[in-house]
């Protein structure tokens, strides 16, 4: 398995989405939170999140 990595971290530094495939996690942290957040997600959950936030992007972007 592959060692935790940083998917997305805020530019301002305010927040951070970490995987963790090695526990079959993603972790998100927040600077307005004082715990960080762990969701237990598979590969295919992993591919189906990939294509719900790829709609979302697409539907802030024609908002915009």
Do not use: F, W
């Amino acid at each position: 398995m592959s060692a935790p990595r940083i998917l997305y971290r805020h530019p301002d530094g305010l927040g951070i989405i970490v995987a963790d495939p090695a526990n079959l996690r993603l972790v998100v942290s927040s600077a307005e939170e004082e715990q960080p957040v762990c969701v237990t997600i598979g590969p295919a959950g992993l591919r189906t999140l990939a294509e719900k936030l790829c709609e979302l992007a697409e539907g802030m972007e024609g908002a915009q």
